[in-house]
Nanobody, 116 residues
Framework: QVQLVESGGGLVQPGGSLRLSCAVSGIGSRFNVMGWGRQAPGKERELVAQITPTGTTDYRDSVKGRFTISRDNAKNTVELQMNSLKPEDTAVYYC??????????WGPGTQVTVSS
């Protein structure tokens, strides 16, 4: 059974930083594209960052230069470093794994709130 479990969310002031972590179990992540998505109230879920097995990254324009995604294939984890956070970054953040055969898996999510 594939499980993705996020941690590291919370409340932070504008301009602050948070680091999200995701632990993957039930499937080896090293051959799969990993990523982070988010969903704000009343909006659709969107991908904000992805990283390939070889470390190539891609970011949504609104987070470029502020967010950094990384992975540790040996530990089966993926992280998202978020700097210079803005109120519009407030959302539930989800870890995601895209498997070539089984499709996309999502974690349960972790709340990130940016507010003064």
């Amino acid at each position: 059974q594939v499980q993705l479990v996020e941690s590291g969310g919370g409340l932070v002031q504008p301009g602050g930083s948070l680091r999200l972590s995701c632990a993957v179990s039930g499937i080896g992540s090293r051959f799969n594209v990993m990523g982070w998505g988010r969903q704000a109230p009343g909006k659709e879920r969107e991908l904000v960052a992805q990283i390939t097995p070889t470390g190539t990254t891609d970011y949504r324009d609104s987070v470029k230069g502020r967010f950094t995604i990384s992975r540790d294939n040996a530990k089966n984890t993926v992280e998202l470093q978020m700097n210079s956070l803005k109120p519009e970054d407030t959302a539930v953040y989800y870890c995601t794994l895209n498997h070539a055969i089984s499709g996309r898996f999502w974690g349960p999510g972790t709340q990130v709130t940016v507010s003064s």
